[in-house]
């Protein structure tokens, strides 16, 4: 099982200048301000990462990214070059943004669970009276977020706060702002035609050299945002039941019913091969939902090898 997962890399291209491994993603920086985004197996639950790797979580994880990207690069510019294997992306190199643009077409995930707590504004933006929870919002509202100060996990901000703090000019977060609610438009309608609801999405962005706002990252994934199945949304409404939804909350719920939130203190629970194997197949079929497409398993008979090769052969060409 573990050998046909990609559970980390250590590459070493011409002209490389510094890796950056994130909780899911390594990221290499190489000469030319070219960047190779390598999406890992690895499975990332409440900030932290999980002992054993999803097989084609990777792939999944990056072939919706990069296919949401160019479906939607004729609206928002973005970072992406080219995919020259299922599990990599290479795109120009960006000084990020220290803020994550979230927003919110429904009273779902953190907004119900501050909705619930009493709380009517989220990030300086009102939420209406007599809401219930996976309502949707009159309109979709932007509720945006920065790693805390200490640690590494993401904290509620609000615009003025982004603009106080000077992590943003306000020239720069108004152009933020349209291309948020321009993407989350799209993907509301992408989603639609696959008989899904867009329920809420972050979207992160960078500046090239050049000054360009760009975005990077991952867009319209089941890691980095939510949806609901379009069918009996209504009914269940009416009747108050949960929503059917495609995310990675399906992980969460699992780990919560063992008794695990990330927690001090607390133990990771054992997956066992059978419990691996299902979350594998439940993101596969997230992806052929979300795509709209079968998934094509790539070879993982020796994952590490074949994206270095994939990788060379295509940086051969520059």
């Known amino acids: 099982m573990a050998n046909n997962t990609l559970m980390g890399t250590d590459f070493h291209f011409p002209g490389q200048l510094s890796v950056y491994k994130g909780k899911v993603r390594e990221v290499y920086t190489l000469e030319n301000d070219l960047l190779i985004m390598v ?96 309502d949707r919002f009159p309109e979709p509202i932007i509720t945006p977020a920065t790693k805390a100060e200490k640690g590494d996990h993401d904290e509620d901000i609000s615009r003025e706060e982004i603009l106080d703090r000077g992590l943003v000019s306000q020239e720069d977060y108004e152009v933020l702002e349209r291309y948020t609610k321009t993407l989350f438009q799209k993907g509301t309608e992408i989603a639609a035609e696959r008989g899904l609801l867009l329920v809420d999405t972050k979207y992160e962005f960078g500046k090239t050299k050049d000054g360009e706002i760009v975005l990077i990252d991952e867009i319209h994934t089941p890691d980095s945002s939510r949806y609901f199945y379009a069918d009996g949304y209504q009914d269940r409404q009416d009747r108050g039941e949960a929503q059917k939804q495609l995310s990675k909350e399906f992980v969460r719920q699992w780990l919560i019913s063992q008794g695990f939130q990330g927690l001090q203190g607390q133990v990771v ?50």
């Open 39 to 134: 999406a890992t197996d690895r499975l990332s639950a409440f900030d932290v990462v999980m002992p054993k790797g999803i097989p084609y979580k990777g792939q999944i994880l990056n072939q919706i990214a990069t296919k949401m990207m160019k479906v939607t690069e004729q609206l928002v510019p973005n970072w992406l070059v080219a995919t020259p294997d299922p599990n990599v992306a290479v795109g120009r190199a960006c000084e990020p943004f220290k803020v994550e643009m979230v927003i919110r077409g429904y009273l779902s995930g953190h907004a119900a669970r501050e909705y619930k707590a009493g709380k009517r504004w989220l990030c300086g933006v009102p939420m209406p009276e007599g809401m219930r929870e996976n």
């Open 269 to 318: 629970p054992e997956m066992t091969d059978s419990r691996i194997m299902s979350i594998s197949e439940r993101y596969i079929e997230l992806y052929e939902k979300i795509a709209g497409e079968q998934f094509e398993k790539g070879d993982v008979s020796n994952l590490h090898e074949r994206i270095a090769i994939n990788i060379s052969e295509y940086l051969k060409k520059l």
